[in-house]
């Protein structure tokens, strides 16, 4: 099992993520946002959070069109997985392999807590492991988290069930209280809240294992 | 060949900093300021004179990177 975490200039959870993929048994390379492209037999591509490029522009506007970014829409084009953890998230809209847009948060503060999430779906290697409406709690840590998507989008996510997590207590004005979001295919997902963040007992909440817990088994039976 | 692009949050789209503007606004006595909308103001230099090569060029930086057209639009000057 291969994992590419993305590096970006900006870029500060790279190494929190590849520790967490690790622990759970990825093999894990951090892949520089200027390589032509991914190497081969990747499994799973993770952009992390942080702030890539200063946020300058649009957040993930600038990161978005990396070079690396062709071979990460090749991949998920092609079916492949892919992550993005909060900047990873923003990056991920900004490519189009996610509908939406991530927008200021409605509080205009840079907002940094743990959140209660609802697991809205369990259809996907992301959400497998967790119980359809079980409550989590995840970090958040954004000034930018607040979801924004066309009418039309938002009722093809209802539809074919590709919210991931809902806020419990929406903290940042997202719409429909969204804080994840899975692609058509289902193999896509991004999320505002850190998982990498909450994996181990130190971090005084495991929640976030469950989710790396459930992508291991996904590509281990693969 | 100079040009300015005008990027502007879609209507619809809640703009947080424009109302928080608009509050500090009304604060300070500007009570009949009833609406702000922030944007942004991009200005290029480019090496090319003729004015449609220019604006599809531009229109193709905006659809690519500089506007979102999902929150936002945008509107060319040429200078």
Redesign the interface.
Known sequence: MKAAVIVFPGSNCDRDLTVALEMVGFEVSKIWHKDPELEKGIDLVAIPGGFSFGDY??VG??A??SPICESIISHGERGGYIVGVCNGFQIL??TGLL???L??????KYICKTVALKVETTDSVFTQKYSLSNVIKIPIAHHDG?Y???VNDIEKMKDQDLIAFRYCDNPN?SIEDIAGVLSSNRRVLGMMPHPERAFEKAHGNSDGMTFFKGLVEAFATT | MKARIKIM?KNG??D??GE?IKHALNNVGFESVTGVRQGKVIELDIEESDKSQVRSQIENMCK???A?S??ENFEIELL
């Open positions: 522009l649009r506007a600038i978005a069109n809209t900004e509908p939406g847009a927008l200021r948060n409605s509080g205009l607040n924004n998507a066309s004005g | 949050l789209v809640l947080p900093q928080a690519k990177m500089l979102n999902v929150i």
